[in-house]
């Protein structure tokens, strides 16, 4: 169990919105300071005054996640106005739906610097104050896309996939050095946000089609809140939706019988949605 409690704090990127606004709104709940950030500056401001007209304690910055210089920053600034840092929660993301053959060079690395390389940048950022303040915890948001693929998103599926690898290695590493920081993943499943229109690509009727299945998802504060409380439970690894363990599954199955790939996906959409 973490008890941040009253006092402690947090930092969110992609805050302005969706699950990082569910996660602020979660931790803020707990009474804990939030320093909100997100690179929509206008989105921002509008999240920020609403938390703290309804009382709580929040900052906002206009961050980048994808300029490390910024994040460093960040933490400075966090620690410089509210004392220390508990929790950073690196859950800015991007996504592209888009055929592997139509992939452009600028759209792969916008999508692996945005929802890859930033929760290096963020770890990076923050880490070394938790280590010195001897308390701290890292999360970052990966995706079902982390367990296994869904066709004509590879990049945001590499990456996905590289969120889980890498905070499990931050998770290992700290085990290793018998350090009292501690990191965690969240792994959501379809939540009703915005992702898809803000996705790059340009086919209308794909985009179109995954946001109306999105919007069909979960209650981005829900999601939050399971955040929030697995993070406090002490959980690495929190899912939003226990239904798709089924699929990742068949995909080890898969891959230890007969080295096949996995089945098409035959998402369980409608008790998915139920159980949102
Ligand atoms: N919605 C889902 O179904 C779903 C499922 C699995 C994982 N996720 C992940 O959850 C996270 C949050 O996504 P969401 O669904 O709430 O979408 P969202 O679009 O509502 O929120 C993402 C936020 O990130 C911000 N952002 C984008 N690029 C940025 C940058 N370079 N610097 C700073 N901020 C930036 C956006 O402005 C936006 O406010 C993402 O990492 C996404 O991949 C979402």
Redesign the pocket.
């Known amino acids: 169990m973490i008890n941040f409690g009253d006092g402690g704090v947090a930092v969110v990127?992609?805050?302005?919105?969706?699950?990082?606004?569910?996660m602020t709104r979660a931790a803020a709940a707990r009474g804990m300071a939030v320093m909100m950030?997100?690179?929509?500056g206008e989105?921002?401001a509008e999240s920020a005054q609403s938390l703290s007209d309804a009382g709580h304690h929040i900052a906002q910055r206009v961050?980048?996640?994808?300029d490390p210089t910024a994040l460093v920053a960040l933490a400075r600034e966090t620690v410089d106005e509210f004392g220390r840092v508990d929790l950073l929660c690196n859950?800015?993301?991007?996504?592209l739906v888009t055929p592997i053959n139509e992939i452009t060079l600028e759209d792969w690395h916008r999508v692996i610097?945005?929802?890859l390389n930033?929760v290096f940048y963020g770890v990076r950022a923050f880490l070394p104050i938790m280590l010195e303040q001897g308390f701290g915890h890292l999360n970052a948001?990966?995706?079902?896309?982390a367990w296994r693929s869904d066709p004509m998103q590879a990049p945001?599926n590499a990456a996905?996939h590289g969120v889980a690898a890498l905070m499990e290695s931050v998770a290992l590493d700290l085990r290793e050095m018998q350090s009292t920081v501690t990191a965690s993943v969240?792994?959501?499943?379809?939540?009703?946000?915005?992702?898809m229109?803000?996705s790059l690509g340009e086919d209308d009727e794909i985009r179109t089609e995954v946001h109306g299945l999105?919007n069909a998802?979960m209650d981005?504060d829900k999601a939050g809140r399971i955040a929030i409380d697995g993070i406090v439970e002490g959980r690495f690894w929190i899912f939003t939706h226990p239904l798709i363990f089924g699929t990742i599954r068949d995909r080890l199955d898969a891959a230890t019988t007969d080295g096949s790939l996995p089945p098409e996906l035959d998402w369980p959409w409608e008790e998915l949605f139920a159980s949102s």
């Not at 950030?37 to 929509?40: I, L, M, V």
């Not at 969240?186 to 992702?195: K, Q, R, S, V």
């Open positions: 990127t992609g805050a302005a919105g969706g699950i990082g606004l569910g950030t997100d690179a929509d989105r921002l961050v980048d996640v994808t859950n800015a993301g991007i996504t610097d945005i929802d930033a948001t990966a995706s079902a896309n945001y996905k969240l792994n959501p499943g379809p939540i009703a946000t915005d992702l229109l803000r999105l998802g981005p």
